[in-house]
């Protein structure tokens, strides 16, 4: 069989390409952006966006980071915990209750931590100079997917997010290792309440049928079990991994035909040796940012399964594998071009990224994910997020629209609480490359390329007609006003939905 992913010739790099490259690869960009990716030519763009090198645009996000606070949720000192037993044995009541309200308030504090948090990490994704690190710290989020409200400690959130963009496109045995040790996941599927005498088998199965192997690839229960008491003693304290040696069972365990006195790494090393493993996770990459519809091209088969072959080579770097499939034909093909339904996570970014819209208020942009479907740092089921077209539905796409109104006017949509913003934007880069020597500009090139640019590709005739008659109700000449008009009436065509 032909190799599926050969190499774009770089002619073929031109600005359509390089949008298509920027919108996946990250959450899009500015013309002027675009236009600098294809200055730098296929190659430099590619290794541009998979190094994400250098300076840090986000940086005062990150400040605001580090007051962000360790010990919300601390575990109870001896002396509060002799201090409630003496309570209990005298029946006071009062101090009782005066040790759960201290507790709630800690609660409260740490919800209110989470919150900040997820204005935090959106701000983030927004700003930062490296969206590759971003685009994929959010896919290992869902792909290792952890929820707050069942670990209720936003600490421990935060430090797996850190872990997650740390080795966002680095080594996957090294993500697999560095998640069966995260507090965040440990407390999440119940890892530190297996114990040598009552294995709970929680980590071991999802760890086999959605961290690497994927549902029914070549294992079994008996495997899940074994897996288990591999992963007994794993467990955590305060913020810290804890291996408890006592708890752990150190007889020998068969696992995937190979036996022996298993414990966590090996486990992780014999899952990482089925070839099931890289062609699951090569298959999950491939929908993130290749395609994601129901009925895949007819070569997405051999594409998934050549990046396998690629990624067990290099002993699982990512990076390889995202430079190979970045640079292909296969990857630019018009049948995988506006293939993926946004996020609302990539519809809001990207929208603010592209378009060069104020931020508004972020708060509002957290609440819209929200209603749209993806809370950061919640996902629906250990599952993660389906995506795909169950983001689109009648409700979420009346968010979907009245977000692009509010990004693009300040304006507050009725149905939400959201405040509304008289933070002023200059539409005028996006029609810039149009106008004449004399500052004008074709009402109908000016409505084509500004569909174009903002639904990633040349819109059909009816649409073009009906941006054209729009246009021409509003009086014809392009205004600035006008422009944002358009905007917010491309913002609610279907097409939209798409990158």
Known sequence: MANPIQPLAKKDFDYAAAQHLLNRAGFGGTPAQVRALVEMGLNDAVDYLVDF??????????????????????????????????????????????????????????REQLAAMQRWWLARMISTGRPLEEKLTLFWHGHFATGYRTIENSWHMKRQN?????????NFGDLVRGIIRDPAMLKYLDNDENRRRSPNENLARELMELFTLGEGNGYGERDIKEGARALTGMTFRANEFYFNQQEHDPTPKTILGRTGNFAGDELVSILLEQQACARFICGKLYRFLVNDSPTPPKDAGAAVERLARELRSRRYEIRPILRLLFRSQHFYAAENRLSIVKSPVQLIVQSIRS??????????????????????????????????????NTATMFVRQNLVVYLVTGRRPAAFDWDPSEMAYDCSALLAHLRDSGGGIDPHEAVRGLATFALGGPPARERLAQLDEFLGSLGGTVTDDRVKALLCLIGAMPEFQLC
């Open 53 to 110: 090198k250098g300076d840090e645009a986000a940086g005062a996000i990150d400040a605001r980071a580090s007051d962000f606070k360790p010990d919300v949720m601390r575990p109870e000192t001896p002396e509060e915990r002799e201090t409630l037993r003496r309570a209990r044995a005298a029946g006071d009541e009062e101090t009782i209750l005066r040790l759960q309200r201290e507790r709630q308030m800690r609660e409260r504090d740490d």
């Open 355 to 392: 378009l060069g819209t104020p931020t508004r208020e972020i708060r509002a942009l957290v609440q819209a994910g929200d209603l749209m479907g993806q809370q950061l740092f919640q996902p629906p089921s250990v599952k993660g997020w389906d995506g795909g077209r169950s983001w689109i």
């Open 162 to 170: 850190a872990f997650l963009r740390a080795n966002a496109a680095g």
